[in-house]
């Protein structure tokens, strides 16, 4: 749908860019022709998916190992990207989340999720920010937020709350940084099932069957969404073709949010065995990322 050269001569840095959503926009990016940063948490994953993306696009794609909750690492990560020169555009991709009730969440476990996406997302953002202001070079930010933003959700809160501040953020500096050249925007997927979201936000068993979203009635469109369409999207939004879109927040969620605002309300069914049961298959996720990071 894209002229091949579309990206061609552009860096962009995805975070999270070596899984889920990450890895298709990263693969979208290739393919016209773009150079892509892409930075995680655990090495062999971002190197493997590096790999496997210049093989099959004959694009270049390096890679840096960071936590985005550390705010050194970053500085220390763009000091050594800019090197190479400024980057074009900044993908917020890198998230966590996980479904639990609000009252078993501990302080730690509210930070361990706002700590990634309202804060890491805000580190990332501002160096790369500074760094434009200082050299005069134009910057491109693209959030990947929730459709939440807009109505919050139950069983999901320091998510939404940590979606809704980058929202803020998008909002706020679109006006602040667009006269410096620096323009900053948002996607709000709908259902683009991962397996790193939906170990945490599907779990299976018998309080599966009570989740929302199981199928697809809910979504007008009855179908989830596919990679591709979220990777042309995108597309479009790291082109200078389109580069008067600034300060905006695109849902493509197949007119979900419309048809079921509030989420995961109906989840006030499941039982307290039901939660236990989500929270083990969750934590279980953790646990194997984390023997993955060493
Ligand atoms: C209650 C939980 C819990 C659960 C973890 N915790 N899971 N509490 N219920 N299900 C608590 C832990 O007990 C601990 O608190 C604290 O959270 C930190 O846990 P750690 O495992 O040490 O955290 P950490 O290794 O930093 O991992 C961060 C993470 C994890 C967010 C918890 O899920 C992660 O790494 N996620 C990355 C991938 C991800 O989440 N992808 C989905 C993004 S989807 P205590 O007090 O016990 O020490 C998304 C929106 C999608 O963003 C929208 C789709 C429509």
Known sequence: MFKEDLLKGKRILVTGGGTGLGKTMTRGFL??????????RRKTVVDETAEELMKETGGKVS??????????????????????????????NAAGNFLSRTED????????????????TFYMTNACGKR????????NVLSIVTTWVWNGSAYVVPS??????????TQGLAVEWGPK????????????????????????GSYGDKLPGKGTDQIPLRRDGKHPELANLATFMMADECSYINGEVIAIDGGQWLNSAGNY?????????DWIGIRDQIKSANAQDKLQRG
């Open 181 to 204: 050249g620096i323009r900053l925007n948002a996607i709000a997927p709908g259902p683009f099932p991962t397996e790193g979201a939906w170990a945490r936000l599907r779990p299976t």
């Open 63 to 92: 890679t840096y190992q960071i936590d985005i909750r550390n705010a050194d690492a970053i500085e220390e990560m763009m000091d050594d990207i800019w090197q190479g020169g400024p980057l074009d555009s900044l993908v917020n």
């Open 31 to 40: 393919e016209v022709g773009a150079e892509v940063i892409i930075c995680g």
């Open 105 to 120: 969440l501990s302080s730690r476990a509210f930070d361990a999720i706002a700590n990634i996406v309202f804060h890491g």
């Open 132 to 139: 434009w202001i200082a050299g005069g070079h134009k910057g």
């Open 265 to 273: 309300g109906q989840l006030d069914q499941l039982t307290d065995d």
């Open 160 to 169: 939404a709350m940590s979606k809704a501040g980058v929202t803020a953020m």
